[in-house]
């Protein structure tokens, strides 16, 4: 069964430095998103993607967050300047274009230091 | 303001003893209202999508429901590995985001 993929599982990273998350959205989807949790909180939008554009983003999705699509295969989220209130797991998803149900991936443990 | 609310926080059942999660929105414009189920460290995986007032899905022990202000996930004689994190989250008509809950933690004993 298809299934969203994302790397690495676990990131540790000190504050200031700039970490790139990858994930491989299910081969024939066309919407991508990223979420992420805070330990022990909601699983919070960040983005959507459509089209090789941001369809949509949330207050979060500062100017620090940026996506890219670089290949045909992957999405990834870059944090240009990691905080300590950036550590979470940051989830990746994707959906077709005929339903509206997301599947997200295994998700990226993201730690500051 | 758009509002998602789980409850309980946190339900104990013996293994076999049915009973319902609780999911109310007040949200403008409802396009769907989604059900995953979340283990530990891991993504959410879908459960369920409820588009309209009166519509029911099943799924083995598991029946979610919808009215015009909540949801509700039905547990019927639930087994230890029913045990996780089961969230609400709804998606909007006018954008293409989706809002999740806190989640109701279910724990399964034998």
């Known amino acids: 069964e298809p299934e969203v993929t994302q790397t690495p599982s676990h990131q540790v990273t000190q504050m200031g430095q700039e970490v790139i998350l990858r994930c491989v959205p299910i081969?024939?989807?066309?919407?991508f998103y990223w979420y992420r949790q805070i330990l022990g909180q909601k699983v919070e939008f960040l983005v959507s993607?459509?089209?090789?554009?941001?369809?949509?983003k949330s207050e979060i999705f500062d100017d620090q967050f940026s996506v890219e699509r670089p290949d045909g295969s992957n999405f990834t989220l870059k944090i240009r300047s990691t905080k300590l209130e950036d550590s979470a797991m940051y989830f990746c998803?994707?959906?077709?274009?005929?339903?509206?149900?997301?599947?997200f991936g295994p998700g990226t443990r993201l730690t500051v230091l | 303001e758009d509002q998602v609310t789980q409850s309980p926080e946190a339900l104990r059942l013996q293994e076999g003893e049915s009973s319902s999660l609780n999911c109310s929105y007040t949200v403008s414009g409802l396009r769907g209202l989604f059900w995953y189920r979340q283990d530990p460290g891991k993504g959410p995986e879908f459960l369920f999508t409820?588009?309209?007032a009166g519509e029911e899905k099943e799924k083995e022990r598991l029946k979610a429901t919808l009215t015009k202000k909540e949801s509700f996930l039905h547990i019927t004689a639930p087994k230890p590995e029913d045990s996780a994190t089961y969230l609400c989250a709804v998606q909007l008509y006018n954008n293409n985001d989706m809002r999740f809950g806190a989640g109701t933690r279910l724990t399964v004993k034998p």
């Open positions: 993607f459509y089209n090789n554009e941001i369809s949509e």
């Open positions: 409820l588009y309209s």
């Open positions: 081969s024939n989807h066309l919407y």
């Open positions: 998803a994707s959906r077709g274009l005929v339903t509206n149900e997301q599947f």
